[in-house]
Nanobody, 114 residues
Framework: GQIVESGGDLVQPGGSLRLSCEAA????????MGWYRQGPRNQREFVAR???????DYADSVKGRFTISRDNAKRVMYLQMDSLKSEDTGVYYC?????????WGQGTQVTVSS
């Protein structure tokens, strides 16, 4: 049930990052998967999700800028983040959606700042 997120970094506003999430094959096969984030003063919030059938959905704040994808064979899910804004700063996590079925990972820190 281990989840490992990676790819976070310090980036300037307008820049791009691609986050990766590695998890058990069974998670990708059985569950809709989501990306979440937690800002400095916020609760963990939904960012994006992809169903087992490939349907995607995004928070209004990231629509048109972020793209979620998954490679079930490689047990990896991605979050391509473009046109980053300072308000995208936070720790990004992945897990099943809508509720976590395994313990949360460490997350990966994204900092958008000039």
């Amino acid at each position: 049930g281990q989840i490992v997120e990676s790819g976070g970094d310090l980036v300037q506003p307008g820049g791009s990052l691609r986050l990766s999430c590695e998890a058990a094959e069974s998670m990708f096969r059985l569950y809709d998967m989501g990306w979440y984030r937690q800002g400095p003063r916020n609760q963990r919030e939904f960012v994006a999700r992809e169903t087992v059938n490939g349907i995607t959905d995004y928070a209004d704040s990231v629509k048109g800028r972020f793209t979620i994808s998954r490679d079930n064979a490689k047990r990896v899910m991605y979050l391509q983040m473009d046109s980053l804004k300072s308000e995208d700063t936070g720790v990004y996590y992945c897990n099943s959606w809508p509720g976590a079925v395994v313990p949360w990972g460490q997350g990966t820190q994204v900092t958008v700042s000039s």
